[in-house]
Nanobody, 114 residues
Framework: QVQLVESGGDLVQPGGSLRLSCAAS????????MAWYRQAPGKQRELVAT???????NYADSVKGRFTISRDNAKKMVYLQMNSLKLEDTAVYYC????????WGQGTQVTVSS
């Protein structure tokens, strides 16, 4: 059974930092490109960042230079380091394992507010 479990979401002030984690199980983790998506209220889910099995990365323009995606294949973990957070980063953040039928976590809430 495939499971992706996100953690690390919190309430943070603008300019602050958070680190999200995603623990994967039930998949051959190094084979999968992993991604972080986010969905703000009333908006469509959007891609934030991706990382290949060999740690090639790609970012949405809105987070370039502020967010860093990384992975630990031995621990089956993927991370999203978020710095210089803005109000518009407020969303539920989801971890995804890319495949013809993608796997999703349940999401973790990030709220940026003063």
């Amino acid at each position: 059974q495939v499971q992706l479990v996100e953690s690390g979401g919190d309430l943070v002030q603008p300019g602050g930092s958070l680190r999200l984690s995603c623990a994967a199980s039930g998949i051959n983790f190094p084979w999968y490109t992993m991604a972080w998506y986010r969905q703000a209220p009333g908006k469509q889910r959007e891609l934030v960042a991706t990382i290949t099995g060999s740690s090639g990365t790609n970012y949405a323009d809105s987070v370039k230079g502020r967010f860093t995606i990384s992975r630990d294949n031995a621990k089956k973990m993927v991370y999203l380091q978020m710095n210089s957070l803005k109000l518009e980063d407020t969303a539920v953040y989801y971890c995804e394992a890319e495949s013809p039928v993608p796997y999703w976590g349940q999401g973790t809430q990030v709220t940026v507010s003063s």
